[in-house]
């Protein structure tokens, strides 16, 4: 398995960000709650349940492992952080409902919503109390709604568009033609595909249009066949770990060259890694396919 960067970064990134506002919030006239507490309680919402429920337990694994360090280092101000899950299970109106609780707790950050359609039902409410918020996808339109109280704390498209698919062609140059597997979960997801494949066309790589993959399949051996019959000679997978494990099989089992398959970051995790076991070697993705 190949791979472009780990996603610590962003928490740690994000955790910077973090203890600036708090340090900034303890310097206030009326300070908020948490700020005047003997720990400090950071509210996160995040997709623990739902069809991409591993996603988001790759997520807390890596916020649990930045919160240790920082309180083996003695926390923040001489205050350890407590992060509280609030789990969206990617539903719009709960993430909404969540954001209700947070405001009622006076929190002066958090993190999440996670993704653009959370951030649509959560963030007015976020924005009426002046609550900074840490996203990890949401996408340009949503900052631009809701800033500067929404900050995005994962690469952008434009970024994603500069990077993705060059480094890969540069390991990969075989590949000549290219289509999409892509499983709408959330807007940005389509979104990074077709910024992606824009970047295949300018160079030089054919593309085709996205066969978009329906949850709930028992056999998702029609869509390796579709994918296969465009002509294609390479593969840009994002669908959830599970389904992306069911199709990298039937692509694998078809002759397709493993350095032809592409994974986003939706389809990588412990889950995938577990359900392709024999599979995924010589694969490709942008996200770390290891926790640590």
């Known amino acids: 398995m190949q791979r472009r960067t780990n996603g610590l970064k962003y928490y740690v990134n994000a955790f910077i960000l973090i203890i600036i506002l708090l340090t900034a919030a303890c310097n206030q006239k ?3 709650a948490s700020a005047t507490a003997d720990e400090w309680r950071i509210p996160y919402l995040i997709f623990l349940s739902g069809p991409l429920a591993g996603d ?10 930045v919160v ?5 280092s003695g926390g923040i101000a ?12 990617m539903d719009p109106p709960k993430a909404a409902s969540c954001m209700a609780q947070i405001v009622d707790a006076r929190a002066l950050c958090l993190l999440g919503p996670m993704n653009d359609q959370e951030c649509k039902a959560a963030m007015p409410l976020a924005r009426r109390e002046g609550i900074y918020a840490f996203s ?9 709604q809701f800033k500067p109280w929404v900050l995005n704390t994962s690469s952008t498209v434009e970024e994603e568009k500069e990077y993705d698919i060059p480094m890969w062609i540069k390991q990969v140059p075989t590949v000549e033609s290219m289509v999409g597997i892509i499983q709408p979960l959330y807007p940005y997801i389509t979104t990074v ?10 160079m030089g790589i054919k593309t085709f249009d996205k066969i978009e993959v ?25 669908c959830t770990e599970e389904v992306s494990a069911k199709v ?20 990588m995790g412990a889950t995938f890694l577990k359900q392709s076991e024999g599979y995924n070697e010589g694969l490709y993705t942008n996200v770390s396919p290891t926790y640590s």
Do not use: C
């Open 136 to 144: 990890g996808t949401a996408t340009d339109d949503i900052w631009r």
């Open 214 to 238: 329906p949850s709930g399949m028992l056999d998702y051996s029609s869509i390796a066949v579709r994918a296969i019959n465009t002509g294609a000679n390479a593969f840009y997978i994002a």
């Open 193 to 202: 595909w077709e910024a992606n494949k824009s970047k295949a066309s300018e």
């Open 30 to 32: 009326e300070p908020a």
């Open 68 to 72: 240790d360090e920082i309180n083996s």
């Open 248 to 267: 990298v099989k039937d692509l694998l089992d078809r002759g397709v060259n493993p350095n032809h398959i592409w994974l986003w970051a939706s389809s």
């Open 78 to 89: 001489g205050k350890p952080v407590v992060i509280d899950y609030y789990d969206t299970a």
């Open 56 to 65: 988001g337990a790759m997520h807390k694994w890596l916020t649990n492992q």
